[in-house]
């Protein structure tokens, strides 16, 4: 069997915490496997190296900072494949040049375009652990990338799918995935079975266990993911593609973010384009809207309201300012003491009470929703930030998620 | 002209220092040169490295250190080229592998075998400043490899070989190679120009500016190197072929190495091999012995006694103890409180007096001679370490280095 797994900045902290992640990747080899190990940038080295570039340069060139930061992980993987070998079994470590991974050129977000796998598959053959930094690459000019967010968790999926690979376990600092944020419901229980659509909702909703971009990979390639703990042997959440059949429950989790602001434009112009108009001006800005909501009030005119991330509420508001005349709008407002509170689950499909039942629980509650957004599998809705725990608690309440089997 | 510099891990060891280094090679590259930049390590960046690996493992193995240590000038060239960006001018940095520096396999201690200049000439061409990290390369196996004590030196000459460059610069705490040590004595002067077989005796003899290994390299080639502070912009030494005419004094420099231990063997036999058997098993042993003397005291024994690191004496009493019934010495004698000094000229080849004055010099400060070694440009001594600081300024006087021009 051909395990990959993968560890997180804090599994690798320190020393004792770097042989502890050898004896395990050791165990695992024992048992007769093959294993690829991915791991991150130990605890705080990248944000150390940030802090010497503030020294330097307010502006630091992109490509410079993956020269930079790659360093974090090439450290890492010397270490670790050192404690390897001194705890008696044969490694070697890898930086994303020498395990073949090629990205794109968009130095700090780069893109995985191929993987050549003839040394890793040489390095296997030879009985070795293969130590990999995860969250780097080299681009066709030989020049070092970087993945960016969630890069490593990539890593360990690409090299999972490239090999392919028996299972691609996921180790983070928690057992799991759980059916919400177990520090604001005590009661939370531990998901033993998420299929991708929910996890890739729970992911984005800001469960942060694991990255969006490593689920839709693994989706992408039908690759089961193990999510679990680094601190002890219970089994996690298994990620894979889930059959009708095995569903038991139509709402999986309940998720919370909030990294929201929302805005507001009334009385928009009621003819076409004025929505394309709106949104192409804010993705030329970068601006990562979610949530959009368009409603007729009166004959000839809309509302329009979206939200998005809380840092980049400034620059929407500009965005929205200068468009006014150009939309019609008679006047915007903006809130920023909101959150977004969602319920998750691949069985909603064929349920379709399902968000009503979400909002008669946040009604008895007494909370008042400012917008609603829907998907096949999620019911997401606007509230005051205040509120949102209660609504969380309410929620996970309702749909019996911590009687779960 | 094409310039290489080098910048040690003292000029780069924070930010400030950093960005003044940047200033003087952006100052190199508005007088219409093109020019590369070997940097080492910041300052402390080894040593932490080091220190992490002692939590890990006792005995690292060598690939895995040089995976690990070749992030420290990884580090250094990433954040000299921001700054120099950051201060208008244009630049890359690029890894051992990168550049094109082909190693053996010998991790830590890696020769160079080739050096690929294609990616270096093209970003030449471009306009760009080319920041090298200095200590590193890769193998064939496109591992990564590091050179080694005086390893960016040395990737500095070799680069400037391999480009022809007009001039290799050096720069270093110091102002340049001066007669003798300056803390000893102060009216030691600074000396402008020496020519390649005489600082190869003074970098062997502990005047640690320059590694002598980049030196031989760069008298292969027949490049001139220029020492000099990366503190001011006076001029410092020049390292170069040096014509007979040019030659204005006997004596260059006076040199100290207090690193040294001496044994002598009492009565060995007096029969060929003895001595091959005995440095052929120093030298199993990885003894790096120094100076060796054999004087014949009586018809059929002999005496030997021989220098090496103070590192080394224990394992090296250890050999000579375990040969004592081979090679027939009746006893032997160690000490470690002796000291090495040494007159360094290139026109001691044609002065025969000059070892002579020497000894008189030392005689009349009545300093014992313990040992003595000659070659062709040198002259050094084994004498009391308490007594080495009072024969260098006797040496350094007699041979009126202070009054040179």
Redesign the interface.
């Known amino acids: 069997m051909l395990v990959v797994q993968k560890y997180g900045g804090s599994s690798v902290a320190?020393?004792?915490r770097?042989?502890r992640v050898a004896g395990r990747v050791i165990q695992e080899r024992d048992k007769g496997h093959s294993v690829v190990v991915v791991v991150s940038a130990m605890g705080d080295t990248t944000d150390d190296?940030i802090e010497?570039?503030?020294?330097?340069?307010?502006?630091?060139?992109d490509?410079?900072?993956d020269?930079?930061l790659?360093?974090g992980e090439?450290?890492s993987?010397?270490?670790l494949?050192?404690?390897i070998?001194?705890m008696g079994s044969p490694a070697?470590?890898l930086?994303g040049g020498?395990v073949g991974i090629l990205t794109d050129d968009a130095h700090t977000k780069a893109k995985i375009l191929k993987i050549n796998t003839d040394?890793l598959q040489k390095e296997l053959k030879q009985g070795n652990i293969v130590v990999v930094a995860g969250f780097q690459g080299i681009d066709q000019h030989?020049?070092?990338t970087t993945l960016g967010r969630g890069g490593s968790d990539t890593t360990a999926v690409a090299l999972a799918a490239a090999l392919k690979a028996d299972v691609c376990e996921i180790f983070t600092d928690v057992d799991g995935v759980y059916t919400t944020d177990p520090r604001v419901v005590p009661e939370a229980k531990k998901l033993d079975l998420v299929c991708y659509d929910e996890m890739l909702e729970l992911a984005n909703l800001g469960a942060a266990v694991l990255h969006p971009r490593a689920v839709e990979l693994a989706m992408q390639f039908g690759l089961p993911l193990h999510v679990r703990s680094s601190f002890n042997n219970n089994p996690g959440t298994l990620v894979k593609e889930v059959d009708d059949m095995e569903r038991k429950h139509v709402v999986t989790g309940v998720a919370c973010d909030y990294n929201v602001a929302k805005i507001g434009l009334f009385d928009v112009f009621d003819r076409p384009g004025i929505a394309y108009i709106l949104f192409k001006a804010l993705a030329d800005e970068k601006i990562n809207v979610d949530m959009i909501i368009q409603s007729a009030m009166r004959d000839d005119r809309n509302d329009i309201a979206f939200t998005c991330p809380q840092g980049d509420l400034k620059k929407a508001l500009e965005v929205v300012e200068r468009l006014q005349p150009e939309v019609g709008s008679e006047g915007f407002t903006s809130d920023d003491g909101v959150a977004k509170v969602s319920i998750v689950g691949a069985g909603m499909v064929s349920n379709p009470g399902v968000a009503a039942e979400m909002f008669e629980a946040l009604y008895q509650e007494g909370i008042n929703l400012e917008m609603i957004s829907t998907s096949e599998i999620k019911v997401s809705c606007i509230i005051k930030a205040g509120q949102a725990e209660q609504a969380v608690r309410a929620l996970h309440q309702r749909f019996n998620l911590a009687g779960r089997v």
Chains 1, 2 share one sequence.
Request: aromatic share 0%.
């Open positions: 320190n020393a004792e770097i042989r190296l010497l570039v503030g020294g330097i340069t307010g502006s630091p060139p490509r410079e900072m020269m930079l790659s360093t090439q450290i993987i010397a270490l494949a050192m404690a070998q001194d070697i470590s930086t020498q040394r030989n020049d070092i």
